[in-house]
């Protein structure tokens, strides 16, 4: 296992979009372990392919006993009730971002075999989840940053 350089905003990188990935091999493998004892070391709940300039469609993520490997995501219903919440991102130290997502969403994915997963969170893990996806379509929550007008109230 290898502890991986986490990609700092403002890199280009980041603003990329990423490829499907196709080979379920011993390289994904590896990749999938350094990303989880990167994203551990940097104490984060999510870490992206662009984030260790992998420009691939993967995410991992760790939240209380939930571990999950998210391979070509889609999502497939964000529900329409929607919640404000602050978010950090490792790319982005030391900022605290407000952002507006669906309290739920169903997503289909393949896992590290590349079986085709469905999952269905809510609260923090539907968070999350958004989060990362965004991570792989290039945008960060610096583009979703809520107003502060709109925190009026909160
Ligand atoms: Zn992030």
Redesign the pocket.
Same mark, same amino acid.
């Given at each position: 296992m290898a502890r991986l350089v986490v990609v700092q905003y403002p890199n280009p990188i980041l603003k990329q979009q990423t490829k499907e990935i196709t080979v379920f091999d011993e390289r994904l493998k590896v990749l999938i372990s350094d990303m989880f004892e990167t994203m551990k070391a940097n104490a984060g709940l999510?870490l992206?392919g662009p984030?260790v300039g992998v420009l691939e469609k993967i995410f991992v993520l760790k939240y209380k006993r939930k571990k999950m490997v998210i391979i070509n995501p889609v999502i497939d219903v964000f529900s329409e009730k929607k919640e404000i919440g602050e978010e950090g991102? !490792?790319? %982005?130290p030391n900022r605290q971002v407000y952002v507006k997502r669906s309290v739920s969403v169903e997503m289909t994915a393949q896992n590290e075999n590349g079986k085709v997963i469905k999952i269905k969170e809510k609260a923090l893990m539907a968070r999350i989840l958004q /989060?990362?996806f965004d /991570?792989l379509n290039g945008v !960060? %929550?610096l583009d979703r940053e809520v107003p502060s007008y709109e925190l009026d109230g909160l």
């Open positions: 999510g992206a984030q991102c !490792l790319s %982005i /989060h990362e /991570h !960060l %929550i």
